[in-house]
Nanobody, 117 residues
Framework: QVRLVESGGGLVQAGGSLRLSCAASGNIFSIVAMGWYRQAPGKQRELVASIISGGSRNYADSVKGRFTISRDNTKNTMYLQMNSLKPEDTAVYYC???????????WGQGTQVTVSS
C-alpha cells in the first residue's frame, strides 16, 4: 500500500507564492513517475508538472516559468514551488505516484490552493 499526504495549500494573493509538499510512504520500490495534478470547480483534472524516473521534468504550458517541481529522494517527498500565482491557478492540487508494482497509480487526498485577485 502507498500513502501520499499533501500539505502547503492555502489562500494567497495574486503574485504570491506557495510551496506544496507530498510525502510518500508505504511499499515504494520502483517509481516510474511522480506528479502534481489540479482540478478546478467544473473542470477536469489536469497535469500540472511531473518528474519521470530518469529525472526529466514536464510542465503544463500554463505554469511554465512559474512553477518548479522537485524531489527529495532521501525523504520520499515531492515539492511544487509555485510563484507568480494567478487567480486561474485556484484549484485542488493532487499528488500522484506511479510505480512499476502494485498499486501502480496512487493519489493523495488533495490540498486546496486559492489565489485571490
Amino acid at each position: 500500500q502507498v500513502r501520499l499526504v499533501e500539505s502547503g495549500g492555502g489562500l494567497v494573493q495574486a503574485g504570491g507564492s506557495l510551496r506544496l509538499s507530498c510525502a510518500a510512504s508505504g511499499n515504494i520500490f520502483s517509481i516510474v513517475a511522480m506528479g502534481w495534478y489540479r482540478q478546478a470547480p467544473g473542470k477536469q483534472r489536469e497535469l500540472v508538472a511531473s518528474i519521470i524516473s530518469g529525472g526529466s521534468r514536464n510542465y503544463a504550458d500554463s505554469v511554465k516559468g512559474r512553477f518548479t517541481i522537485s524531489r527529495d529522494n532521501t525523504k520520499n517527498t515531492m515539492y511544487l514551488q509555485m510563484n507568480s500565482l494567478k487567480p486561474e491557478d485556484t484549484a485542488v492540487y493532487y499528488c500522484n505516484l506511479q510505480t512499476s508494482h502494485f498499486p501502480y497509480n496512487s493519489w493523495g487526498q488533495g490540498t486546496q490552493v486559492t489565489v485571490s485577485s
